[in-house]
């Protein structure tokens, strides 16, 4: 199966400020990588989809890089509706995979 | 605009099973692959099983397989996944998916606990 590893596990940050959460892959998976946002007792939002690709109402703050193995999702600006936990997907192979989060708290 | 509702959660003793469902509304259903996510209580997500649009193919995580059945009914736009032999550690809500490689549309979960 396919690891993601996800860093960091926690990042602590103030409204205003940019930050960057990181993905990475056990085996390169080209573009198969796709960014969720979770809010407590919530269900997953999909955010970016093939590593940078943009969804149709998601606000143009949160934009997503890479390819092979290293994926990093962006947040300009961190608002504070954005304090949640992120997840990373793929989907380069059939078993499908996500890593195991990364949450924004407010500092 | 696009629903998918789950129901069928609840509790459940080890050994037994439990069929959840999932009613999906506000596009063409037999047009797309489905999936069930599941998060444990305080954990992440986990894929656990995709069918395709037609029914013809099926993925399973390796911790389901030959436990776990899904399948869908494209002339009454659900989906559906059949728990057999569950353990405790099924324990979580269970989440119905639009797939598309990614999830692009969400269900509101179902909670199911296995515990004796």
């Known amino acids: 199966n396919i690891v993601l590893t996800q860093s960091p596990a926690t990042l602590s940050v103030t409204p205003g400020e940019s930050v960057s959460l990181s993905c990475r892959a056990s085996?390169?998976?080209?573009?198969?990588i796709h960014w969720y946002q979770q809010k407590s007792n919530e269900s997953p939002r999909l955010l970016i989809k093939?590593?940078?690709q943009s969804i149709s109402g998601i606000p143009s703050r949160f934009s997503g890089s890479g390819s092979g193995t290293d994926f990093t999702l962006s947040i300009n600006r961190v608002e504070s509706e954005d304090f949640s936990i992120y997840y990373c997907?793929?989907?380069?192979?059939?078993?499908?995979?996500f890593g195991s989060g990364t949450k924004l708290e407010i500092k | 605009e696009v629903q998918l509702v789950e129901s069928g959660g609840g509790l459940v003793q080890p050994g037994r099973s439990m069929k959840l469902s999932c009613a999906a509304s506000?596009?063409?259903?037999?047009?797309?692959?489905m999936a069930w996510v599941c998060q444990a209580p305080k954990k992440g997500l986990e894929w656990v099983a995709t069918?395709?649009?037609?029914?013809?193919?099926?993925y399973y995580r390796d911790s389901v397989k030959g436990r776990f059945t899904i399948s869908r009914d494209n002339a009454k736009s659900t989906l559906y996944l059949q728990m057999d032999s569950l353990r405790s550690e099924d324990t979580a809500t269970y989440y119905c998916?639009?797939?598309?490689?990614?999830?692009?549309?969400w269900g509101q979960g179902v909670m199911v606990t296995v515990s004796s």
């Open positions: 998916a639009r797939h598309r490689g990614y999830f692009d549309y």
């Open positions: 069918i395709s649009y037609d029914g013809s193919s099926t």
């Open positions: 506000g596009f063409t259903f037999n047009n797309y692959d």
């Open positions: 997907q793929q989907s380069y192979s059939s078993l499908y995979t």
């Open positions: 085996q390169s998976i080209s573009t198969s």
């Open positions: 093939y590593a940078s």
